[in-house]
Nanobody, 123 residues
Framework: QEQVAESGGGSVQAGGSLRLACTVSSSRFIHMNMGWFRQVSGKGREAVSCISPSGGLTYYADSVKGRFTISRDNDKNVVYLQMEDLKPDDTAMYYC????????????????RGQGTRVTVSS
């Protein structure tokens, strides 16, 4: 089973930026859909953004469209989430995972494999 390590979270003020990174130790990485998910304590997990193996297909939740950008480096086994114009509602624990299915309008839920990285946005 692959190992996943998320990093890049932190505390910022509204309007700020963060770049999350997820490193995956798996020889199958180049064949895997990848995605960023977030969860607030007491609420369900939400797919934030997902990307296909080649990067040619991406999904964004409506709440982050135009502010977040997902990308991946298949040579380094890393998937990134660039977050701009952060809002207090973006405050959550962010996880990366491998969804089985990605479509332009949806991304399947996936069980987090790493510890996550916390993002806190203050107003």
């Amino acid at each position: 089973q692959e190992q996943v390590a998320e990093s890049g979270g932190g505390s910022v003020q509204a309007g700020g930026s963060l770049r999350l990174a997820c490193t995956v130790s798996s020889s199958r990485f180049i064949h895997m859909n990848m995605g960023w998910f977030r969860q607030v304590s007491g609420k369900g997990r939400e797919a934030v953004s997902c990307i296909s193996p080649s990067g040619g297909l991406t999904y964004y939740a409506d709440s982050v469209k135009g502010r977040f950008t997902i990308s991946r480096d298949n040579d380094k086994n890393v998937v990134y989430l660039q977050m701009e114009d952060l809002k207090p509602d973006d405050t959550a624990m962010y996880y990366c995972a491998a969804p089985l299915v990605i479509r332009p309008q949806s991304c399947a839920d996936a069980e987090p494999r790493g510890q996550g990285t916390r993002v806190t946005v203050s107003s």
